[in-house]
Antibody
Framework: EVQLQESGPGLVKPSQSLSLTCSVTGYSITSNYWGWIRKFPGNKMEWMGYISYSGSTSYNPSLKSRISITRDTSKNQFFLQLNSVTTEDTATYYC????????WGQGVMVTVSS | DVVLTQTPSILSATIGQSVSISCRSSQSLLDSDGNTYLYWFLQRPGQSPQRLIYLVSNLGSGVPNRFSGSGSGTDFTLKISGVEAEDLGVYYCMQATHAPRTFGGGTKLELK
């Protein structure tokens, strides 16, 4: 069974970097694409970006200067880094299998506040 | 970016009632490869999104067949034939034809 689990700090200060990990079990991240999606307070959802089986990446242009998605294939994990966060980045962050969107993590709520 | 407009934003239904949600796109979602990358998700309270429908009308694994998707081009519909209590939550459409992927604003299905 494919499972994804996000982890990382729930509170980040403004102007700092947000760093999250997605640990994948039951499927190798060297296959398919793996991405990050966030849901803001209220209902708005935003696709952030993905990393491919080969390590190439694609990002939402709205985030392009601040976002980085990387991976550690030896641990079957991929990572999100979002720099220079503001209160507008307060959201629940999900990792998911890109393309199919059939497997999602349970989500991690991140609050940006001083 | 492609804008997906979902209507209604709130949908009140009784158990057993059939309901539909509309998702209209600002651009055609027909890809040059012949596929239309339009998905439907349900997010129940406290849970992560669950994929219901992919490629407009294909039922996701384990999804009850009371859910169905239809449409083409810029106009898409999710239908629930006989709402059950477990169907309550927020429904989203999402397109992956054009970069960046974008979501509709969500439709909250609640009990009348």
């Amino acid at each position: 069974e494919v499972q994804l689990q996000e982890s990382g700090p729930g509170l980040v200060k403004p102007s700092q970097s947000l760093s999250l990990t997605c640990s994948v079990t039951g499927y190798s991240i060297t296959s398919n694409y793996w991405g990050w999606i966030r849901k803001f307070p209220g209902n708005k959802m935003e696709w952030m970006g993905y990393i491919s089986y080969s390590g190439s990446t694609s990002y939402n242009p709205s985030l392009k200067s601040r976002i980085s998605i990387t991976r550690d294939t030896s641990k079957n994990q991929f990572f999100l880094q979002l720099n220079s966060v503001t209160t507008e980045d307060t959201a629940t962050y999900y990792c998911a299998r890109e393309g199919y969107f059939d497997y999602w993590g349970q989500g991690v709520m991140v609050t940006v506040s001083s | 970016d492609v804008v997906l407009t979902q209507t209604p934003s709130i949908l009140s239904a009784t158990i057993g009632q059939s309901v539909s949600i509309s998702c209209r796109s600002s651009q055609s979602l027909l890809d040059s490869d012949g596929n239309t990358y339009l998905y439907w998700f349900l997010q129940r309270p406290g849970q992560s999104p669950q994929r219901l429908i992919y490629l407009v009308s294909n039922l996701g694994s384990g999804v009850p067949n009371r859910f169905s998707g239809s449409g083409s081009g810029t106009d898409f519909t999710l239908k629930i034939s006989g709402v059950e209590a477990e169907d309550l939550g927020v429904y989203y459409c999402m397109q992956a034809t054009h970069a960046p992927r974008t979501f509709g604003g969500g439709t909250k299905l609640e009990l009348k």
